[in-house]
Structure formats: C-alpha cells, structure tokens
C-alpha cells in the first residue's frame, strides 16, 4: 500500500535548511528584548563579563533591565525586521515568555534573561535545529519562547532535537573561579560535570564547523554535537586570545565564502586551512565609553548579519565598518542597532537564519591545523 501522505521529493523542502553564514537568506527568527531581565547573581555569570559591569550585574540581580533601554532596543529591532523584510526575507518572532517568574530543578533556583539572542539557544545544521544545553540556571528554559516556531517547523519537516538536558548543579561551576592575572592562561567558569553549549560559540562553513570551547561551552558538549551530528561534519576546536571567552561571533566571522573578518586582537594567527581566503581584519569599534554594553566587549561592532555573498547588515553609526565593508567588495545595509547593543549582541545574536537558499558543501581545505 502507497502512504497517502507521500511528497514528491521535489517539493518535500525542509523549513529549515542552513549550512554556512552567507547563502541567500530566505527566513530568519528575530529575537524579542521585551521583558529582558538580569539573571540572579552566579558565577557563571560574573565570570565572563568585562570587570566594569560586574556591579551592575550584582546590585540588578534578578530586576528588569531599565524600561528605557528596553524600549529603545525594540525600536531599533522594528527597523532591522522592517530592513529584512525588505531585503526579501521572512521574518518571524518568538513569543516571549515571563523571565521574572521563578523556576529550578533539585538544588537550584532561578529567574530567566531573555528571548533576544534566538543565536545563543538555537543551532541550526543543515535540516536539523537543535535545542542547546546551555549552561547558564537563568537559561534553562531559554528555548521556551521558541517552542511554538520549533513545533511547526517540526510539523513542515525540519528535523528537531535537543541535547541531553543539563543538571546545572553545583558541580558543573567552579565556584573559586577568579579573573586571571595579566599572563596568566584563561580560566573556564564551567567544568567537564556534564555537556553544555551555546550555539554561539558555533560558526559554520557548510561541513566544517568552527567552534570555541569558552565559559559556556565545554569539551563535553563539543564531543556531543561531534558525535550527534557525525561523519558529515567535522568540527574544529580553535583557541582564540579572549581572556573571557562567550560566543565566537564577535572575534571569527565568515561574511562570505573565502572572506573571514576576524577580531584583530584575538585572531594573531589564520588557522592553515583558510589557505586562500581573503582574511579582514574588523576596524577599531567606536562605541563611545559611556556607552552602556552588558555581556558584551565593543567587538560587538563585528557581529553583522550576511543576507548573501554581498549584503550585509551593520550598525548604522559604525561608519569605519561600513566603508571597510565597501572597500572589501560589499554592499553593506546600515541598521540603527546600539540601544539593542546594550543587550550583549548584535545583528548576528539577533538572529537565527532558519533557512538560506544552498545545500552542503566543503569550503575549507583540509589540513589538520
Ligand atoms: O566581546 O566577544 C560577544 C557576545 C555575543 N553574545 C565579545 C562578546
């Protein structure tokens, strides 16, 4: 017997389908600042932040982030939806969900952060979006606000998964965690207690995936994903000179295949199997100090959405990148985007590309590096 559901292969598309950073984006979740609050005061939170705003962090724990802030980030994301839809491309939104509501599992107690970075939580491979382990208590529940987008792809054929729910206990922090001395190697605030990772510390360049291990990300979840996503893929683990690494995107940025915009301060080498690629170096961020940046360093200004091998969206006061971006070849799309900044990402956090218009290839050459 036939099944009477059968789709001709043809037209049988995943709703999801995304291998690199740079084929044509055909749709995208943007994330949602409404309701943005500061996590409860942990270790695993202080560790990576920039010392300056480690106070704050304290003194806000568990508080909404100022209304104020709140508003003018959501004004800058209308108009970077406005830009993408027209670009051309689908946009949805997640529904967000009430960070101050208490929540815990044995042990441990918490308040959530918020549905803005659908990057850190999210990992789209190829037909598959996987639901990350992340590390954070007050991100426990971080894929929440996606679950209604997740279940309807799910519906329309996306592969969908989740690594294994993480503990989060006690064990998986190290809790004498201090701020390395100048010299000194860094230090991760996690362990190797169980797998944990952000999407973010994930770049993809079709079959090969470059990654971080950093203060969200440890070995045990790398060698998860390995393993999960097999023999199609290979990852490569890159140590970068971060002294408070969390997220990849703001210091190793594929804008198109062979042209890599990498951090000037913390890429001093190009890993061999980038061998003929165009390698930029991201001009100085001009960020004004008083500028307010939670969870973020001003590299930020690197943090840009490709929409395709030439468009790509960038902050729109960030005239050095601009005219970099042009220089390069680029037609770069300006996008007021600091107020949302101040959040801890940019167009590339912001996101996720659900969809882009390609299909799995080899970019890189392959040498063991
Ligand atoms: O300075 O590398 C990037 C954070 C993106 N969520 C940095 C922070």
Known sequence: ?????????????????????????????????????????????????????RQIFRDNAGKPFPAEQIALARQELEEFVHILQGEGVTVVRPTP???????????????????????????????????????????????????????????????????????????????????????????????????????????????????????????????????????????????????????IDATFVPLAPGKLLVNPERVPEIPRMFKGWDVFHAPEPIIPDDHTLYMTSKWINMNILSLDEKRIVVERQDEPMIAALKKWGFNPIPCNFRNFNTFGGSFHCATLDVRRRGKLESYLTDETN
């Not at 044509?24 to 300056?52: C, K, Q, R, T, Y």
């Not at 679950?147 to 922090?173: C, R």
Request: proline content about 8%.
């Open 97 to 247: 969900i009430n960070q101050l509501e208490e929540y815990g599992a044995p042990g441990w107690t918490s308040t959530g952060l918020y549905d803005a970075m659908p990057r850190d939580v999210l990992l789209v491979i190829g037909e598959e979006i996987i639901e990350c382990p992340l590390a954070w208590r007050s991100r426990y529940f971080g894929t929440a606000a996606f679950k209604p987008l997740l279940k309807e792809y799910f519906k329309n054929g996306a592969k969908w998964s989740a690594a294994p729910k993480p503990e989060l206990k006690d064990e998986l922090y190290d809790y004498n965690w201090a701020e390395p001395k100048n010299g000194d190697p860094v230090s991760l605030v996690i362990t190797e207690f169980e797998p944990t990772f952000d999407a973010a510390d994930f770049i993809r360049f079709g079959r090969d995936i470059v990654a971080q291990k950093s203060n969200v990300t440890n070995d045990f979840g790398i060698e998860w994903l390995r393993r999960h996503l097999g023999d199609q893929y290979r990852i490569h683990v890159f140590e970068f000179n971060d002294s408070h690494p969390m997220h």
């Open 1 to 53: 017997m036939k099944p009477s559901t059968a789709i001709a292969p043809e037209i049988a598309r995943s709703p999801v389908s995304s291998y690199n950073e740079w084929d044509l984006l055909e749709e995208v979740i943007v994330g949602v600042v409404d309701g943005a609050s500061f996590p409860p005061a942990h270790i695993a939170v202080e560790a990576p932040l920039p010392d300056n705003q």
